[in-house]
């Protein structure tokens, strides 16, 4: 078996580097707004944007978040490796920015009635980590 396939012959799991900044912050008491713009780069601060704007009831912002913080961990993910596809596994904790931004940005589009959007994100989500599909719902 090559070094760089699972057991089924696929690419092997993608590892984001860690940055605990982001998540220090915001467990901190941070706010998710501070937290991206001192790491505009961290999915997980656009993710938290985007589910605090859903969450409000201001869906389009809600997308607009969700879609930069996918943008970036999108960017992070080929820095590392990624061929844009393989596992994105949930258990690694840096990796939920990105797999959140992923989520946050299908529940929107679904809200704003983009069905293909919706679909894809999904279909990308449950493709990329099932245990995240599954936390996140």
């Not at 946050?104 to 980590?129: H, N, P, V």
Request: proline share 8%.
């Amino acid at each position: 078996m090559a070094i760089h396939e699972n057991l089924l012959g696929g690419p092997p799991p993608t590892h984001l580097p860690d940055d605990p900044g982001p998540r220090e912050l915001l467990a901190s008491g941070a706010t998710a707004a501070d937290v991206a713009a001192k790491y505009p780069t961290s999915s997980l601060a656009w993710a938290r944007l985007a589910d605090e704007a859903f969450e409000r009831g201001g869906t389009v912002e809600s997308y607009a978040y969700a879609r930069t913080g996918y943008h970036r961990g999108l960017d992070s993910l080929r820095r590392s490796g990624w061929k844009g596809h393989g596992p994105v596994p949930w258990e690694h904790e840096p990796n939920r920015g990105f797999l959140r931004a992923l989520h946050a940005l299908a529940r929107a589009a679904q809200a704003i009635g983009e069905k293909e959007e919706y679909e894809r994100c999904s279909q990308f989500l449950r493709d990329s980590s099932p245990t995240a599909a599954e936390v996140l719902g």
